[in-house]
């Protein structure tokens, strides 16, 4: 099966939401018919009301794969729609849990193609758990450990619905999305002492490991 975008999803309206200082989310999301273009700083059209905790050149972008959603569908006994988990990008043909961080994307054909590189999973929140309206629902997705892909955006451009998917490059530390969701739950002292001993971690997966050290100082 060829890997590909199955649908490009923005905001389709601001929920009120008491997880941040706006008191507004832009978790809902649903899929458009119209190309879309992606920015280093995110999706034109989206709206992003907690830039503290999404959003931003190393969060430009979510992807989430249909197969994922299908597994869930059949756990929730609901329909999930394209955008449902808040997802920009629905991909199908592609191991979202399964990409190294670091990863590079190219969606859409040459010259025109965008470039996404993997940079860290999606950490599970409160407005998440909301927005589902499913008791210990944080702790059922990490459980799950499919928490689908953010992205960072190297060659900006537009996509749409149908694009070919196409992995470019893959680091050879080897760690996916699917294990940084675990190792972002680890002791700082695991994750100073894994930065300090991995020499070939890579760009993007030592920016997340960073980041985690920078949340539990």
Same mark, same amino acid.
């Given at each position: 099966?060829?890997?590909?975008?199955?649908?490009?999803?923005?905001?389709?309206?601001?929920?009120?939401?008491?997880?941040?200082?706006?008191?507004?989310?832009?978790?809902?999301?649903?899929?458009?018919?119209?190309?879309?273009?992606?920015?280093?700083?995110?999706?034109?059209?989206?709206?992003?009301?907690?830039?503290?905790?999404?959003?931003?050149?190393?969060?430009?972008?979510?992807?989430?794969?249909?197969?994922?959603?299908?597994?869930?569908?059949?756990?929730?006994?609901?329909?999930?729609?394209?955008?449902?988990?808040?997802?920009?990008?629905?991909?199908?043909?592609?191991?979202?849990?399964?990409?190294?961080?670091?990863?590079?994307?190219?969606?859409?054909?040459?010259?025109?193609?965008?470039?996404?590189?993997?940079?860290?999973?999606?950490?599970?929140?409160?407005?998440?758990?909301?927005?589902?309206?499913?008791?210990?629902?944080?702790?059922?997705?990490?459980?799950?450990?499919?928490?689908?892909?953010? $992205? &960072?955006?190297? *060659?900006?451009?537009?996509? %749409?619905?149908?694009? !070919?998917?196409?992995?470019?490059?893959?680091? =050879?530390? /080897?760690?996916?999305?699917?294990?940084?969701?675990? $190792? &972002?739950?680890? *002791?700082?002292?695991?994750? %100073?002492?894994?930065? !300090?001993?991995?020499?070939?971690?890579?760009? =993007?997966? /030592?920016?997340?490991?960073?980041?985690?050290?920078?949340?539990?100082?």
């Amino acid at each position: 099966m060829v890997p590909r975008l199955d649908a490009i999803c923005v905001t389709r309206a601001l929920k009120p939401d008491d997880g941040n200082d706006s008191g507004l989310t832009g978790i809902d999301k649903a899929a458009v018919e119209h190309p879309v273009r992606l920015t280093a700083l995110g999706v034109v059209g989206d709206k992003v009301m907690d830039a503290k905790f999404h959003g931003g050149r190393d969060k430009a972008a979510y992807a989430y794969a249909r197969e994922d959603a299908a597994w869930w569908a059949a756990e929730l006994g609901r329909d999930l729609p394209p955008g449902s988990f808040g997802e920009n990008l629905a991909t199908s043909g592609l191991d979202v849990t399964g990409a190294v961080v670091g990863e590079r994307w190219r969606i859409g054909a040459v010259p025109d193609a965008v470039v996404v590189e993997v940079s860290e999973p999606r950490i599970p929140c409160e407005t998440f758990q909301r927005h589902l309206a499913r008791p210990q629902w944080v702790k059922r997705f990490t459980a799950a450990g499919a928490p689908g892909a953010y $992205l &960072r955006v190297v *060659d900006e451009g537009e996509v %749409r619905a149908g694009d !070919e998917i196409a992995v470019l490059s893959r680091p =050879a530390h /080897g760690v996916t999305v699917g294990e940084l969701l675990v $190792l &972002r739950d680890a *002791d700082p002292a695991r994750l %100073r002492l894994l930065m !300090e001993e991995q020499d070939d971690l890579g760009a =993007a997966l /030592g920016r997340a490991v960073e980041r985690r050290l920078r949340a539990v100082r």
